[in-house]
C-alpha cells in the first residue's frame, strides 16, 4: 500500500491568483496522477506527472493552467494558476503501484475561489 | 472512449438492509474495476479491487462481483449501518486506447443509512 499527504486539505483564493498542492508518497511508485473533481461531478484526470519528463495533459487541460512538477518517484506538485470561480473544485493526487495493484488517493484539496 | 455508470445515482435505506449497487461500463477491455468510499469533503478510500480475469472479490461485509463480457460491476454490501453512509464510486483501468494506470470513474451512488 502507500500512504499519500496531500497539502493543503483546503484552501480560500482571490481569484487571479495562483495554488500549489503538494502529494508527498511514504514509497517510491510509478504512476502519479492529478484529478479533479468539481461540485457534483465524479473524478476528471487532469495530466499524468512523469518523473523527470513533462507531464501528460488530458484533452481539455493545458500545461499553463495547471503546471505540474515531478522531481522524484515520491513527490509532485500541482499548480493552479491565474484562478477564476470555475476552478472551484477539490483535487486529488493519485499513486499505483503496478497495474494489478489498488490505486490510492490523498485526502484531497478542496478548493474555493472567491 | 470508456464511459461508466452506476445506477442509482442516490440511496437512502434504514439501517439492517442489504443493498446492491451498480456499475456499467462500456468498453469491456479493461484490466481491473475498483470501487471506492468518498466521504463529503475527503478523498478516497479504497475497498476492492477486482482484476479483469476474477468474477468477485469479498472483504467483510462488502462483496464486489465483475461481468466484464457485459460491462457490469455490482457492490454488495450487508447489514447496512449508518456508518456506511457515503458516496461510492466504482472505476475502471482501461488495458488500451489510454494512458495506463489512469482510472474512469462513474458519478456515484450516494448512500444514505438511517437509524
Known amino acids: 500500500s502507500a500512504v499519500i499527504s496531500q497539502k493543503p486539505s483546503r484552501d480560500i483564493c482571490q481569484r487571479g491568483t495562483s495554488l500549489t498542492i503538494q502529494c508527498q508518497v511514504d514509497?517510491?511508485?510509478?504512476?502519479m496522477f492529478w484529478y479533479r473533481q468539481q461540485p457534483g461531478q465524479s473524478l476528471t484526470l487532469i495530466a499524468t506527472a512523469n518523473q523527470g519528463s513533462e507531464a501528460t495533459y488530458e484533452s481539455g487541460f493545458v500545461i499553463d493552467k495547471f503546471p505540474i512538477s515531478r522531481p522524484n518517484l515520491t513527490f509532485s506538485t500541482l499548480t493552479v494558476s491565474n484562478m477564476s470561480p470555475e476552478d472551484s473544485s477539490i483535487y486529488l493526487c493519485s499513486v499505483g503501484v503496478t497495474l494489478n495493484t489498488e490505486a490510492f488517493f490523498g485526502q484531497g484539496t478542496r478548493l474555493t475561489v472567491v | 472512449k470508456q464511459e461508466v455508470t452506476q445506477i442509482p445515482a442516490a440511496l437512502s435505506v434504514p439501517e439492517g438492509e442489504n443493498l446492491v449497487l451498480n456499475c456499467s461500463f462500456t468498453d469491456s477491455a479493461i484490466y481491473n474495476l475498483q470501487w471506492f468510499r468518498q466521504d463529503p469533503g475527503k478523498g478516497l478510500t479504497s475497498l476492492l479491487l477486482i482484476q479483469s480475469s476474477q468474477r468477485e472479490q469479498t472483504s467483510g461485509r462488502l462483496n464486489a462481483s465483475l461481468d466484464k463480457s457485459s460491462g457490469r460491476s455490482t457492490l454488495y454490501i450487508a447489514a447496512s449501518q449508518p456508518g456506511d453512509s457515503a458516496t461510492y464510486l466504482c472505476a475502471v483501468n482501461n488495458d488500451r486506447g489510454s494512458t495506463l494506470g489512469r482510472l474512469y470513474f462513474g458519478r456515484g451512488t450516494q448512500l444514505t443509512v438511517w437509524p
Open positions: 514509497s517510491q511508485v510509478t504512476m
